[in-house]
């Protein structure tokens, strides 16, 4: 099968299309004949050898989590009516930027509602935007502040924040993505890219702060996005573009009775959730969770989907072609 390789840790150029083994599903396994696949920001990192606390992978490896398309086998003890299903799922151990992939039986076959694209595009954001959803107090009447809102996730906390009633106040750098997270349910925007941008967010607000922060930025960005919180409120710092999760004080998120989530509280291994990939999809079919996508890359071409990540040259989501 052809595939895209990370051979070592570095920069985008360091992608290799390659022909590698076909893999054999064993025991829980099942065989995806890959068609569109996902790439998120936070890969890019891992191809750097940044997450390693998070992420045990060493090149050489086939990068990817998210993807859909048609079953082709089945290990032992998973039903062989999979065989022939387009499917969405993820990758066992990354994996999914190749012709084929092995995934677990945890899998949701595409509703014909549905076009595969969208569904691969909804399929592991949606997942984080609803169990944010579901960690978050609820937003109906609340101040509701959602950084790096013209990101995959972003959008769909936006969407999210909107339907429950909130007042969404989306921040994002450049004006183009400020009219997308205004077209998608925010009711103010802010470029993130100006100085003193938090200072506007409190305006928004009246002053009082925000109830709840969804926090996709990271690094300075982040840390600036905890000052806008008011006492009592509640603040995730679940992205890292920037270059890190968002730093705060954990002595004064404890003095002003701050809630914070952290990426660990959106691992599915490690955290009670009722969030399935199937009520994820339920979700995108009722017209809850809307991708926006930017742009779809060739397998040949995964390199340019990582630099235009870390180039922030994306509004919305990018997606990985694998075949048709």
Same mark, same amino acid.
């Given at each position: 099968?052809? &595939?895209a390789?990370?051979?070592?840790f570095?920069?985008p150029d360091v ?5 590698r083994?076909?893999?054999?599903p ?10 569109? &696949?996902?790439v998120?920001?936070?890969?890019? +990192?891992i191809? $750097?050898?940044q !997450?390693?606390?998070?992420? /045990?992978?060493?090149p050489?490896y ?20 999979w065989?022939?299903k387009? %499917?969405v799922?993820?990758?066992i ?11 677990? *039986?945890?899998?949701?076959?595409v509703? &014909?509602e ?6 691969? &595009?909804?399929f ?5 935007a ?31 924040? @909107?339907?429950?009633?909130? @007042? ?8 183009? $993505? ?5 077209? !998608? ?5 802010? /470029?993130?890219g ?9 305006e928004?607000?009246?002053? @009082? ?7 996709g *930025?990271?690094g ?5 996005a ?11 710092a ?17 003095r002003?009775?701050?809630? %914070?989530?952290?990426i +660990? /509280?959106?691992? +599915? ?8 990939g ?10 809850d969770?809307v991708?926006?996508?930017? @742009?779809?890359?060739?397998?040949d071409?995964?390199a ?9 040259a994306?509004?919305? $989501? ?7």
């Amino acid at each position: 099968m052809r &595939a895209a390789v990370v051979t070592e840790f570095g920069g985008p150029d360091v992608i290799k299309t390659q022909d590698r083994p076909d893999p054999v599903p064993v025991v829980g396994q099942v065989l995806v004949e890959v068609l569109v &696949a996902d790439v998120i920001f936070v890969e890019t +990192a891992i191809r $750097k050898g940044q !997450q390693s606390k998070f992420f /045990d992978v060493k090149p050489p490896y086939v990068p990817g989590g998210s993807l859909g398309g048609r079953v082709r086998a089945v290990g032992a003890d998973v039903p062989g009516e999979w065989i022939g299903k387009t %499917v969405v799922g993820r990758a066992i151990g990354f994996g999914a930027h190749a012709e084929l992939a092995l995934t677990t *039986a945890d899998l949701v076959e595409v509703p &014909a509602e549905l076009d595969l694209e969208t569904a691969v &595009a909804v399929f592991g954001d949606g997942f984080t935007a609803l169990m944010l959803e579901e960690l978050a107090p609820p937003m109906q009447g609340k101040e509701v502040v959602i950084t790096a809102s013209a990101g995959g996730m972003g959008l769909l906390l936006t969407q999210l924040a @909107h339907r429950a009633g909130a @007042h969404v106040i989306a921040a994002a750098r450049g004006q183009g $993505k400020l009219d997308l997270s205004e077209a !998608q349910g925010a009711d103010v925007v802010i /470029d993130y890219g100006r100085s003193g941008w938090e200072k506007l967010v409190l305006e928004a607000t009246n002053n @009082h702060g925000a109830d709840i922060v969804f926090e996709g *930025a990271g690094g300075e960005l982040g840390a600036t996005a905890f000052t806008v919180v008011r006492d009592g409120g509640w603040f995730s710092a679940h992205g890292a573009p920037s270059g890190g999760f968002a730093a705060y004080d954990a002595t004064e998120a404890q003095r002003r009775g701050i809630t %914070v989530k952290g990426i +660990a /509280d959106l691992r +599915a291994d490690t955290t009670t959730t009722t969030v399935t990939g199937a009520e994820v999809i339920r979700r995108a079919v009722a017209g809850d969770l809307v991708p926006v996508i930017d @742009h779809v890359y060739d397998l040949d071409h995964v390199a340019d989907a990582h630099t235009a990540l870390e180039n922030r040259a994306l509004r919305g $989501k990018a997606l990985i072609r694998v075949s048709r």
